[in-house]
């Protein structure tokens, strides 16, 4: 991630001499040309580690604004309290960088602007999640089906499965290889296509839990 980081903040090609590959073809993360700036002030890698640290805390104020909106204050509090509080939480910010810490802080405020009806922001947030990583629109897809059930509001669900599934198929299928990556294994069974994946998954979905 600091070699990466660090190639990206001085506009030079992002080849990581740990995976021989390119940073968007070992895992397609484009959030990381954005966070590249925080070298232009420092070039110790601890800056990504104080950044990781804050936006994992930062996390618990859209968690706490949605919590207040439906529970009485204390209890919101204590809802933003166990966000802090969870091991996986805990856990993420003593551990080295990565990119899936930036995830909480985004679907906080994706959580909250749908709640509150604002879809342009809504959407812009929809587009910063699934920058994270390539497999996140898989993740985000079914947050359609909860947007259906729950506001009734059919087009945004349509809009938001198919822009997240069509996000990772692309990033996955069609610009990874392009980029050079040959084989792709993050959740894809050894021989199998994505698709052959995608659908033992469907067939399966307890495969997703082991």
């Given at each position: 991630?600091?070699?990466?980081?660090?190639?990206?903040?001085?506009?030079?090609?992002?080849?990581?001499?740990?995976?021989?590959?390119?940073?968007?073809?070992?895992?397609?993360?484009?959030?990381?040309?954005?966070?590249?700036?925080?070298?232009?002030?420092?070039?110790?890698?601890?800056?990504?580690?104080?950044?990781?640290?804050?936006?994992?805390?930062?996390?618990?104020?859209?968690?706490?604004?949605?919590?207040?909106?439906?529970?009485?204050?204390?209890?919101?509090?204590?809802?933003?309290?166990?966000?802090?509080?969870?091991?996986?939480?805990?856990?993420?910010?003593?551990?080295?960088?990565?990119?899936?810490?930036?995830?909480?802080?985004?679907?906080?405020?994706?959580?909250?602007?749908?709640?509150?009806g604002m879809w342009r922001?809504?959407?812009?947030?929809?587009?910063?999640?699934?920058?994270?990583?390539?497999?996140?629109?898989?993740?985000?897809?079914?947050?359609?089906?909860?947007?259906?059930?729950?506001?009734?509001?059919?087009k945004v669900a349509l809009f938001t499965?198919?822009?997240?599934?069509?996000?990772?198929?692309?990033?996955?299928?069609?610009?990874?290889?392009?980029?050079?990556?040959?084989?792709?294994?993050?959740?894809?069974?050894?021989?199998?296509?994505?698709?052959?994946?995608?659908?033992?998954?469907?067939?399966?979905?307890?495969?997703?839990?082991?």
């Open positions: 991630y600091d070699q990466s980081l660090w190639l990206w903040s001085k506009f030079e090609k992002p080849y990581s001499t740990v995976t021989f590959n390119l940073d968007l073809t070992d895992r397609f993360r484009p959030i990381m040309i954005p966070i590249s700036v925080l070298y232009w002030f420092s070039e110790n890698e601890r800056v990504i580690l104080i950044f990781q640290a804050v936006v994992l805390g930062a996390a618990v104020f859209p968690i706490w604004l949605v919590a207040k909106s439906s529970l009485p204050w204390i209890l919101a509090i204590v809802v933003a309290f166990l966000y802090l509080d969870f091991i996986g939480i805990g856990a993420t910010a003593v551990f080295d960088f990565h990119e899936m810490a930036l995830l909480p802080l985004f679907l906080g405020w994706l959580f909250y602007f749908l709640s509150r922001s809504y959407f812009v947030t929809l587009f910063l999640s699934l920058s994270v990583r390539e497999h996140v629109g898989f993740l985000l897809a079914t947050l359609g089906f909860y947007v259906f059930v729950v506001f009734k509001n059919l499965s198919f822009i997240s599934l069509a996000w990772s198929i692309a990033a996955i299928a069609v610009i990874m290889p392009m980029l050079g990556q040959n084989y792709y294994a993050s959740f894809v069974e050894k021989d199998d296509t994505l698709g052959q994946a995608i659908l033992s998954y469907l067939k399966n979905p307890l495969f997703a839990v082991e």
